[in-house]
């Protein structure tokens, strides 16, 4: 038996709701509280064994966010807000996974989630207006369904010849094991320099005996200047929250930093100004670098200037010219993910630390004792993936998504992912994509994009509900529309100029469209307008 017609495979009668979400992470857990609250029957379907979602499967040593503690965090509750202390500047993932783990305590989330549920196919049904989920668990019939699914949450392994002739362990940093892994006396390589490799290399040379990193492109990092958090600090973000989460959406991250945006443009300032400043940034820490001037995201010459002054940075810091060299990017700085760091580059200064460039010549291959390049082998005990995901899109697909008439989603988004407003899909009736492909999501701090989703979502449900309205999806025109001013936003910017996994360059065959949409504030605004504006752009029946 196939979902499709209502029964279960295992021949069960389907558990009916009215909406069921996909994913027990932070997006998850709170469109469960909040559905709860208004009335809704919700189930939630996870197929970790835990909530937590990016928090529960990135356990790689050195894991951390990149947006502040104080920051990074929901705002729906006071009272939460209030009594949970961060202890460092930025949360290291097991305090994250923490925090997760006491709001799912605190209101009473487990109780309708189904963990260890792995959703298969999910196909939309015309006749009875309601989806279908078929689980590895059973089948489920709901009005709604949320994907809470997030956004880097279906891990890229290259697929290297021999890589199952390996005789050590691999690792990928996006599915670390629980209990940990011990890396001490032995000889690791790390594939990969992007974020998550960044946080991990310098925590994993600290411990192993050799450390070998396969290089493909070289990234520009900023130190994040992680410390203790002052108690200070923390109090008077807590005496001072509404108003600091206020001022925190009026920015395009949606994130205060510690200095106040530049207003003037990076190509004009004077050279001792323009070095004073990004010293002081780069002392400060963190993301408020990028926010120098005003240009840097969007005009070349500004940000080369920028770029210029990292560059400038790894050479003093890196001992061996050749190694500052080939540790020192070229293109734009800040169109892939920026990262923050650690002692990242310094950890090339260590004797037992190389790194092997495969910019020009890939890994070969894998074989039983260690990464292959250019006739070389490199001898390793063990291999950590630091390789990344098939962002934005690749969970939604990997579903099996039916809408209207059978329509695959994986069909429908062919050339690249198609939403209005990253909410909704047309042809897809009663679906929701919590930061969905075409929302800011992951060019801003995730959790307030999130609760900003839930909210909308949640209005929404409500006004249908009150007015008998049975179905909500995007009219085709409005999500056309939608594609095309996500991608002339893009264009206005540096971001495409990179091979980014925001456009899906990291995925052999993935097709090249700029996934999330920059700017969070007037994002907000447009969907609010449309929300009063009885759903513009949706086709309501
Ligand atoms: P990223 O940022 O996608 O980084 C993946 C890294 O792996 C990057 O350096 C890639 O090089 C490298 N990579 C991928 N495939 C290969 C192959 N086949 N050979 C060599 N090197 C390869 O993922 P992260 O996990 O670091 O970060 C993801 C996000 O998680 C991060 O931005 C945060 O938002 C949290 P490339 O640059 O593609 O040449």
């Avoid at 996974?97 to 959703?119: G, K, P, Q, S, W």
């Avoid at 974020?195 to 070998?212: D, H, K």
């Amino acid at each position: 038996m196939s979902g499709t017609d209502g029964v279960s495979s295992n021949g069960n009668a389907p558990m009916v709701h009215d909406v069921v979400v996909v994913g027990a992470g932070f997006a998850g857990m709170y469109s469960l509280h909040k559905l709860r609250g208004l009335g809704f029957d919700v189930a939630v379907v996870e197929r970790a064994d835990g909530v937590g979602g990016t928090w529960y499967w990135n356990r790689y040593p050195g894991a951390r966010c990149d947006v502040e503690s104080m920051q990074y965090s929901y705002s729906f509750d006071p009272e939460l807000e209030q009594e949970w202390e961060w202890s460092e500047r930025y949360s290291g993932q097991p305090e994250i996974l923490r925090y997760a783990n006491h709001v799912a305590d605190r209101y009473d989330l487990r109780r309708d989630i189904h963990f260890e549920t792995t959703v298969e196919r999910v196909d939309w049904d015309d006749d009875a207006r309601h989806w279908h989920l078929q689980t590895d668990r059973g089948l489920y019939r709901a009005r709604f369904v949320v994907m809470a699914t997030g956004c880097l949450s279906t891990t890229n392994m290259p697929n290297f010849e021999g890589a199952e002739t390996f005789a050590g362990p691999t690792y990928h940093t996006g599915n670390w094991p629980h209990e940990g892994v011990d890396f001490s006396g032995l000889s690791v390589g790390v594939i990969g320099t992007g974020s998550s490799a960044v946080q991990a290399i310098p925590v994993i040379a600290a411990e192993c005996q050799e450390l070998t990193v396969f290089q493909r492109t070289p990234n520009y990092s900023v130190p994040a200047r992680n410390e203790p958090l002052d108690p200070g600090e923390q109090a008077r973000w807590k005496s001072n929250y509404r108003e600091m989460r206020a001022k925190m959406l009026e920015q395009n991250a949606a994130m205060v930093q510690r200095l106040p945006d530049g207003e003037e443009l990076a190509k004009e300032a004077d050279a001792a100004e323009f070095y004073d400043r990004m010293q002081q940034r780069w002392d400060v820490g963190g993301f408020t670098f990028y926010r120098a001037y005003s240009d840097i995201a969007l005009d070349a010459e500004s940000n080369d200037r920028v770029a210029q002054f990292v560059r400038d940075k790894i050479g003093e810091v890196v001992d061996d010219p050749d190694v500052a060299a080939k540790l020192t990017p070229h293109n734009t700085i800040a169109c892939k993910r920026p990262c923050l760091d650690t002692n990242y580059y310094e950890t090339f200064n260590l004797p037992h630390v190389q790194l092997v460039d495969v910019s020009d010549t890939p890994i070969e291959r894998i074989s039983q004792a260690g990464v292959v390049v250019d006739g070389r082998e490199y001898p390793v005990d063990a291999i950590v993936y630091a390789t990344g995901f098939d962002a934005m899109t690749g969970t939604l697909l990997r579903m099996n998504i039916t809408g209207r008439g059978g329509m695959r989603l994986a069909d429908h988004w062919d050339a690249g992912p198609r939403t209005y407003l990253g909410l909704g899909v047309a042809g897809f009736p009663n679906m929701f994509t919590v930061s969905g492909p075409g929302s800011p999501s992951v060019l801003t701090n995730m959790i307030p994009s999130i609760e900003q989703h839930v909210d909308w979502i949640s209005r929404c449900l409500v006004e249908l509900r009150e007015r008998g309205t049975a179905t909500i999806e995007p009219e085709p025109d409005a999500e056309a529309y939608w594609v095309d001013y996500v991608n002339a936003v893009a264009d206005l910017t540096l971001y495409p100029t990179c091979n980014s996994w925001y456009l899906g360059a990291n995925i052999p065959g993935k097709t090249r469209v700029f996934m999330p949409l920059p700017g969070f504030p007037p994002y907000v605004e447009v969907c609010e307008d449309v929300a009063s504006d009885n759903y513009r752009g949706f086709a309501l029946a």
